[in-house]
């Protein structure tokens, strides 16, 4: 089992796809789920909606499948490229990363560069350079080259990085944040066996305001909902004062608050629902209560009337860089613990309610 889930994780870190430009990842998605679900559908903003036919009770799966990066904003006469961001970005984990560039006539390879320190003034050494202070490299030498290889305002940008294994089944790459969810959300629909209406939604654009979230759960108005994503992992040095207790390797963990409340608060009901499954089935499990970051759960809970929401993440270090790590073990788990809560749903929400 772990080497089915290192391969599909590989699989989705891979896979390139920004915010609004989601096409690639909803195809794995698709390829991956097409003989396990009854109908496959995408929506009008772009969420690939996996349905799995049964019972009047309805279940909703959520997992992002956007991955934070860049667009092109501006070409400058010498062929240097400015972008700005889409999602949030550590501005001194962009700079000197080798980047993609998808432009209309295929891939593109850039990296990103600012004035170097030799030239920078003392004052200027001690500042953290912002993205808005960068630029892509493509090697042209003027604008209309950059424009002849496809490249115009509006290009997304992701960065060229590819999935490795480190030591003891952790692994390392790209866009973990959200590919290990949605990886999550692959293997629980594969392996449960609940007779519920299931929707397995990869939702666009979560990275940039929960957009697709709110859009799919209205459509669906689900009696339940899991978000499957990531959250941060503090057992690492200078994490300590985060004073949260999530470490890799320790099972998924569950939500109880993000955002400090501004976010998901949990239900009694839901959290009693993912524990008291974990329990049942002797997966192991973390508790989270997280101050920042927040999840489409959040969205989905404040959807119509209300919508009893919850969020099984996997721990992950350095999440929002392009080398993000996890445990290939919280990923399995986390993926069984969806996948009984699926088939324990029954016992704590009634149709329509």
């Keep these: 089992m772990e080497n089915e889930a290192k391969e599909l994780l590989k699989k989705l870190s891979n896979v390139h796809g920004v915010s609004g430009f989601e096409d690639d990842v909803r195809e794995v998605v698709k390829a991956e789920l097409d003989d396990y679900v009854d109908e496959i559908r995408i929506d009008s903003m772009g969420n690939i909606l ?8 309805e279940l909703m799966v959520a997992s992002h499948i956007d991955e934070i990066g860049m667009i092109v904003k501006y070409i400058d006469e010498k062929g240097f490229i400015r972008v700005s961001t889409l999602g949030g970005w550590f501005d001194q984990t962009v700079l000197n990363q080798r980047v993609i560039l998808h432009g209309e006539k295929g891939r593109i390879y850039g990296v990103i560069g600012c004035k170097p320190p030799h030239l920078m003034r003392d004052e ?46 952790r692994v390392t790459g790209k866009a973990f944040d959200n590919r290990a969810g949605v990886a999550m959300m692959i293997q629980a629909i594969k392996q449960t066996g609940s007779d519920a209406t299931i929707y397995a939604v990869g939702t666009v654009q979560e990275e940039v305001g929960l957009k697709g979230a709110r859009t799919s759960a209205y459509a669906i108005e689900p009696d339940a909902a899991i978000a499957t994503d990531v959250c941060v992992a503090a057992d690492f040095p200078g994490a300590e004062s985060s004073y949260m207790d999530v470490k890799l390797g320790s099972g998924p963990a569950i939500t109880v608050v993000d955002a400090s409340g501004r976010g998901l608060i949990a239900s009694k009901r839901v959290i009693e629902w993912l524990k008291g499954t974990a329990k049942q089935f002797e997966i192991p499990y ?53 996948a009984r809560a699926l088939e324990t749903a029954k016992d704590y929400f009634t149709p329509g309610k």
């Design 50 to 57: 996996c349905i799995k036919n049964g019972g009047s009770l």
């Design 124 to 169: 200027e050494r001690n500042k953290v350079i912002q993205i808005k202070d960068m630029f892509i490299d493509v090697g042209a030498s003027s604008k209309d080259e950059v424009m002849e290889i496809g490249i115009d305002i509006g290009t997304p940008v992701t960065i060229d990085r590819d999935f490795v294994e480190l030591r003891g089944g």
């Design 286 to 338: 973390q508790m989270e209560v997280a101050d920042g970051g927040t999840t489409d759960a959040t969205a989905i809970h404040l959807t119509k009337s209300g919508i009893p929401s919850g969020v099984v993440s996997v721990p992950a270090r350095y999440i929002h860089t392009p080398v993000e790590v996890l445990d290939l073990k919280d990923l399995i788990n986390g993926s069984k613990l969806v």
